[in-house]
């Protein structure tokens, strides 16, 4: 039984495509998950390759079992879309999806986003979240920008996408990988509007502590 003051669930759709930064994709399905949210996964057969060259796991580019990644009690709130699957959910406006993140981004998948290509599941379901007015956040990973990549980039933005680059910062004092990933994943949860574990808020520092860490770690305001 949900607890009595427990924020609803969302249905988030979650697209991973072929940029460098899979970590912050599987963290981000894992804690939408863990939160109780219900996550429709699409991935581009890029992001599969991805995921084997940086995490390691391999999983059948035809049928990719991407439920098989997370925990088995998480499962059940996770709807695996193959990419080709232009009839699936995300890919209707109807579907209930409260919004769209797309983690990591590759540039040619912003491309094809600002310029509503359409040519995936993944790609519909972003201009989807687009033309309803739903929150569509993207990921990108990619250094240095081209004069390409920034006007793709701005064309999103005007179109009403949050560009949410995958830049961990360093105020926080990250001890891990893991910490740096949580960090930007921490960012695209704050902007969806979502309640989450991995809240370390900033706080005023003390004029003469040096030393001590500014972040606390506790319950949203
Ligand atoms: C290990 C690896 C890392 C990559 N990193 C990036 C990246 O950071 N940014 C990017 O735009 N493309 C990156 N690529 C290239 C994209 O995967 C490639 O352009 C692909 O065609 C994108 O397809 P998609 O947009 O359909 O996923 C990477 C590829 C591999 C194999």
Known sequence: MAEPNAP???RIAVGWSGGSGIAYGLRLVEVLLQSGHEVHLMATPAALRVLRHEAGLVVDQDRPDLSALFASELRARLFVHGNAAVEAAPASGSAGIRAMVVCPCSMGTLARLAHGFSSNLLERAG????KEGRPLVVVPRETPLSVVHLQNLLALARAGAVVLPAMPGFY???QSVQDLVDFVVAKILDRLGLQHPLIRRWQTPAPSADTTSPWHEGEEP
Do not use: K, Q, Y
Not at 127 to 130: F, K
């Open 8 to 10: 609803a669930p969302a």
């Open 127 to 130: 201009d989807v979240a687009l």
């Open 172 to 174: 926080h004092r990250p």
